[in-house]
T-cell receptor, first 116, second 113 residues
């Protein structure tokens, strides 16, 4: 257990439905990352936050995807009008970024999404 | 372009045997390199982290090497166990203040009895 939790662990939904995932990072970590991972591939970067500010978004993050970290603690990732191609594992990672120090990511267990 | 490539893509070995996984990268400027182990259906867990000045680091039966000149790293697993079956991901960080993590696609290791 890395200290990063994600809920739900599994989600099955029908195409066109909206889904929301939650990530609770390690409490003192100021950075939070979202990744998507498909079978046999490494994690693909989606977006990241420093405190409550969303600093970067990947081109993979279409208009149907939105992420928030309203109080700089937990984060949510919402997918609207899900498509079968959204089926993947969604990973969250948190880290403590200080100016000149190394940054180590700690990953949550992931949320596996299946869109039927 | 910053890239991380891993080989082989998959590997099957007998329990008790050793194996070596490879990671080549073009990430610059280099900060550090991590090897993660990812069990099926779980998130990645860090095994080792190496900075520019380190060329070898061990964590139990796992030994990572780094050649910063050739931009290559390897992960050697000694006396493999069935529980070593997992995906091993190489992640290289660049210096900077933004998102600086570059992921390899992983090597899938299967240890059979």
């Amino acid at each position: 257990d890395t200290g990063v939790s994600q809920n739900p662990r599994h989600k099955i939904t029908k195409r066109g439905q909206n889904v929301t995932f939650r990530c609770d990072p390690i409490s003192e970590h100021n950075r939070l990352y979202w990744y998507r991972q498909t079978l046999g591939q490494g994690p693909e970067f989606l977006t990241y936050f420093q405190n409550e500010a969303q600093l970067e978004k990947s081109r993979l993050l279409s208009d149907r995807f939105s992420a928030e970290r309203p109080k700089g603690s937990f984060s949510t990732l919402e997918i609207q009008r899900t498509e079968q191609g959204d089926s993947a594992m969604y990973l969250c990672a948190s880290s403590l970024k200080r100016s000149q120090a190394q940054e180590t990511q700690y990953f949550g267990p992931g949320t596996r999404l299946l869109v039927l | 372009k910053n890239q991380v490539e891993q080989s082989p893509q998959s590997l099957i070995i007998l329990e008790g045997k050793n194996c070596t996984l490879q990671c080549n990268y073009t990430v610059s400027p280099f900060s550090n390199l991590r090897w993660y182990k990812q069990d099926t259906g779980r998130g990645p867990v860090s095994l080792t982290i190496m900075t520019f000045s380190e060329n070898t680091k061990s964590n139990g039966r796992y030994t990572a090497t780094l050649d910063a000149d050739t931009k290559q790293s390897s992960l050697h697993i000694t006396a493999s166990q069935l529980s070593d079956s997992a995906s091993y991901i190489c992640v290289v960080s660049a210096l900077g203040t933004g998102n600086q993590f570059y992921f390899g696609t992983g090597t899938s290791l299967t240890v059979i009895p």
